[in-house]
């Protein structure tokens, strides 16, 4: 199997598309040109803009190629052997758009440009809608240069350790779960994805498949699992979404459904809590609640601070299975919570 697959066309479309910046290449007068722009799909091409006498100006009416691109991970060779340094890799997604640049000179079509641009780099909005005879922006319009790469050719590829067998992809997925950096978790779930074999990271029963980066379908699966628990009475599901996008977060999955979940609120030095513990009800009593517990105070974010926190109403049982012990109680209303605290030695 090849180290790197090509994306079907509608991948590299869609990875073209969220794209925001990358690279312009083309040749004037027999020099190679490279310059950083940013890019937006509009209209079928693929536009760029700029001061009008930039070296890409030299570049319109002539082939030119995009290149972006997208950092997953970078794998140290420690991962993949313990001893050599060759091993040491990086998984990536890239894009090439071909064809040929041409200058806009249209107002309207400029303005209509820079609107669909501002859509995909600031889709919140808090501007005034572009339009190219207002105050705002008529000076801009006319002064900036503009191009496009109308109907361009466009090919991606990604690497993501396809090429690995499934229990050397399983130890670089414990090792990224171990390291524990910024995008590790999100590199886990797109090569355990990408892989024909779907290795885990973690240990669990055959057929449970551990999360640890949730996507939006993912955060709104979890929610369906708690929105209805006695702790998130009076909160719309709308609140309940902006809190999970605002921690990390475990679960694990069967049969393509998420049945268990947890979030993680953590200072990374200190504490962590721990929040939204829920179950599937066809799956309670079965040991998935345990499994996705331990996968929470396992998680980078987590496992090395002294103290984990959590807060039930009846489920102390349960929890000090783990470890934990009752800090205080308060008896209500709207309910008894027991605030529960796992104690450990500080690390580092």
Known sequence: MSGRRTLAVDE??????????GVLAGVVDGRPVLRAMHAWWHEGALWFHGAPRVAVSGLTGGPVAFEGHALIARIPSWMRHPERACPATTWYRSVLAEGTLEAVADPTERARALQAMMEAQQPEGR????DAEHPHYAAAVRGLGFWRIPGPRITAVEKLGQDQTADHLRGILRGLWARGEAGDLAAIEAATAAHPARPRFAELPEGWVPRCHASEADRRAAVALVADEYWNTGFP????LRAHAGCDW???EIGGELVATTRLLSDRGKRAWIYDVGVAPTWRGRGVGS???????????????????LTTRDADPFYERFGFRT????????????????SRPATG
């Open 237 to 240: 599901r709308e609140a309940l």
């Open 12 to 21: 590299a479309s869609a990875f073209l598309r969220g794209l925001r910046e």
């Open 291 to 309: 499994a996705v517990l331990r996968l929470a105070l396992d998680h980078p974010a987590v496992r090395d601070l002294p103290q984990v926190w």
């Open 127 to 130: 501007h005034l809608p572009l």
């Open 250 to 252: 475990v679960g694990v």
């Open 327 to 342: 800090a205080r109680v308060d008896e209500g209303p709207p309910f008894r919570r027991a605030h529960m605290v796992l």
